[in-house]
């Protein structure tokens, strides 16, 4: 597998913020099995870390203050418990439900009206059993073409579900050319959706969007690994990410409580 120093997958994501684009892959992938080897991280899981250590950087240094500046300006307070810490809705609940909501369908842009909807649907519904069900009910669809293509006989056209992930070479002419409106609109949808982690009181709109800023950041990371990556390694790098803030406070309130108060 041919490995990429991560300065250079660091200029690809430069360059692919200023001008989105839906392909290609990063060397180290294979076209064979494309629906479960998106779904497998093609890096290794230091290259995850050092993603997210610099989001944690760039965050603590930078966005972050900026978002507790606006929150202390316009009265916003935080929702988050931190007694009661939302440890597998941050590490398993939001990395597939948000990654699947937001940035699956930037490959797979023939599912997007259907497939957005109905995860946007679970997303709001929130964690639960119904809403579980309906994730892999929908990752069946996604999937089926693939399961049906290996029994297919030797030499015959792989299948597909008609209108639900397919796209003719038209409509694929299309969507490279609005696909930076819909690369940058995925981020900016994920990082608005996480203004439901505040009370936002009387806070003017003016100062939302500077609450958001790291979510916002960080869905451009995501939505660029997604494409160049894989789902798996946004999900995988989604967890890490959420892990590390929820890391720093349970230690606080382990060996320094008086801080937590």
Known sequence: MQKVRYRRELTDFLRFVWRPRPGPRLPGRHARNGVFEDFLPALSVWRILQWALLLWAINLFIFGPMAVGAAQAGGAEHRLNIHSLPWLQALIWAP??????????LRRVGALW????????ILISGPGFASGALVVVALLLVWAPTWSARHRPAGAPTPRLAGVCSLSWVQRLRVRRFYPWLFH???????????YNFNLNQMPLSLMPLLVLPQWITGLVLGWIRVR??????????AVFNAGPLLVV????SYAPDLAG
């Open 96 to 105: 597939i439900v948000e990654e699947l909501t937001f940035r699956f369908c």
């Open 114 to 121: 259907w497939f957005v909807p109905l995860m946007a649907g």
């Open 185 to 195: 609109a995925s981020a900016l949808a994920f990082a608005a959706v996480h203004l």
């Open 229 to 238: 990556r894989g789902i798996g390694a946004s999900m995988l790098l989604h």
């Open 250 to 253: 349970l230690l606080i309130l």
